[in-house]
């Protein structure tokens, strides 16, 4: 069982529409993590991150977390063609050094 | 960003060819990572290092080495490049830990190998 689980897409949705990307985990240790977007040909850049149950909004973006079900969560909200890159999934237990990565969700936002 | 600095940008080289690759930060943070990026496999770590002289394996370490002599530089050497080591790699630092929570990795600009 891989470390951390993403739908690979790809996933289409309209401008202005709201694009829900989702990824699950297999260590319950798990207590940090990260949602990181990467256009094409470039390095990845960090969104956000999130440590505790619930959702955190950051402009157009919420993080949502449940640890009970190991799911974390990104909504995207109006978006815009500018959106559109993969998305990585990233999870760290707790203070340990290594980060795992999903494999990415590709979002194509339709003008 | 972090002030992340890879060098060089592209790279080809021929099978059997010792390669260097360089990671510069400005940032002064303890950890840094090497990750090499393959379609269908996502980001897999090669080594990582957490002070001056101390590193330890990733997940795919076989083939590469590491060295880090200077806290603002970690290198990543193929002794001996293969294709199967064809790829994007990506330097990676993380910030100070706060408690049980971790820093997020922050990336630089990478490099693109290819093994001919």
């Known amino acids: 069982q891989k470390e951390v689980e993403q739908n690979s897409g790809p996933l289409s949705v309209p401008e202005g529409a709201i694009a829900s990307l989702n990824c699950t985990y297999s260590d319950r240790g798990s207590q940090s993590f990260f949602w990181y977007r990467q256009y094409s040909g470039k390095s990845p850049e960090l969104i956000m991150f999130?440590?505790?149950?619930g959702d955190k909004e950051d402009g157009r973006f919420t993080a949502q977390l449940n640890k009970a079900s190991q799911y974390v969560s990104l909504l995207i909200r109006d978006s815009q063609p500018s959106d559109s890159a993969t998305y990585l999934c990233?999870?760290?237990?707790?203070?340990?050094?290594?980060?795992?990565f999903g494999t990415g969700t590709s979002l194509t936002v339709i003008p | 960003d972090a002030g992340i600095t890879q060098s060089p940008r592209h790279k080809v080289t021929e099978t059997g060819t010792p390669v260097t690759l360089r990671c510069h930060q400005t940032e002064n943070h303890r950890y840094m990572y090497w990750y090499r990026q393959d379609p269908g496999h996502g980001l897999r770590l090669i080594h990582y290092?957490?002070?001056?002289?101390?590193?330890d394996k990733g997940e795919v370490s076989d083939g590469y080495s590491v060295s880090r002599s200077k806290t603002e530089d970690f290198l990543l050497t193929l002794e001996s490049a293969t294709s199967s080591q064809t790829s994007v790699y990506f330097c990676a630092t993380k910030g100070p830990t706060g408690g049980r929570y971790n820093s997020p990795l922050h990336f630089g600009n990478g490099t693109r190998l290819t093994v001919t």
């Open positions: 290092s957490y002070g001056v002289k101390d590193t």
């Open positions: 999130i440590y505790s149950n």
């Open positions: 990233a999870v760290n237990r707790g203070t340990g050094n290594q980060f795992y």
